[in-house]
């Protein structure tokens, strides 16, 4: 019985998990602040695309500190997971915001 729970958690679900996270807090953030900081499409866009590649990188800068100081790694501690954690909030700002 204790095998089932030494076992690696699955990437996939992972990511899943973070797209969902990143879903609720960009509701969330839409119910704070409702309105786009940008008023262009054209920006929109541009922050569609770049935020979540800064976040991305800020992300796996953390994980490098973390290893630095040899505390333990989370997920969310390496761009990709990042980036689907921030593109996915901003995919949902990006369609409903006003």
Do not use: C
């Amino acid at each position: 019985m204790k095998e089932v729970f030494k076992r690696p958690p699955n990437p996939w679900l992972a990511t899943i998990g973070y797209s969902i996270y990143g879903a609720i807090a960009g509701g969330l953030s839409l119910w704070w602040h409702p309105t786009h900081f940008t008023k262009s499409l054209g920006a929109r866009v541009a922050v569609l695309v770049l935020v979540p590649i800064a976040a991305g990188a800020a992300m796996s800068l953390m994980g490098a500190w973390h290893r630095r100081r040899e505390q333990t790694l989370i997920r969310l501690d390496r761009f990709a997971y990042g980036y689907v954690f921030a593109i996915a909030m901003a995919a949902v700002r990006f369609a409903w915001g006003q």
